[in-house]
Nanobody, 122 residues
Framework: QVQLVESGGGLVQPGESLRLSCAAS????????MGWYRQAPGKERELVAS???????DYADSVQGRFTISSDNTKNTVYLQMNSLNPDDTAVYYC????????????????WGLGTQVTVSS
């Protein structure tokens, strides 16, 4: 199973920026995509942004234009640059990886990180 280690959360004021990082352990058959989800108190976990191994990205409407996801495939690491943060961005942010579990790349599994807290407050 792919192990994920997140870093970069913290407390910031509205309008400030944070950068989250997530490093994935090596997987024999490769990783298809990685992404960031978040869960605020009393709310369901939601997709924030994702990126495939080919570089295709997807963003939630609420973060489009403010957040940027990127990856370094040589390091199996994904980053989330978060700008213009506001209190609605306060949540636990979870890294996610979707990876292949067979040589033909027809089967996938999924791993989650433990989460990192992001708090936006004045």
């Amino acid at each position: 199973q792919v192990q994920l280690v997140e870093s970069g959360g913290g407390l910031v004021q509205p309008g400030e920026s944070l950068r989250l990082s997530c490093a994935a352990s090596r997987n024999m058959f490769g990783i298809r995509a990685m992404g960031w989800y978040r869960q605020a108190p009393g709310k369901e976990r939601e997709l924030v942004a994702s990126i495939t191994s080919a570089g295709t990205t997807d963003y939630a409407d609420s973060v489009q234009g403010r957040f940027t996801i990127s990856s370094d495939n040589t390091k199996n690491t994904v980053y989330l640059q978060m700008n213009s943060l506001n209190p609605d961005d306060t949540a636990v942010y979870y890294c996610n990886a979707e990876y292949y579990i067979n040589i033909m790349r027809t089967r996938l599994d999924r791993s989650w990180g433990l989460g990192t807290q992001v708090t936006v407050s004045s």
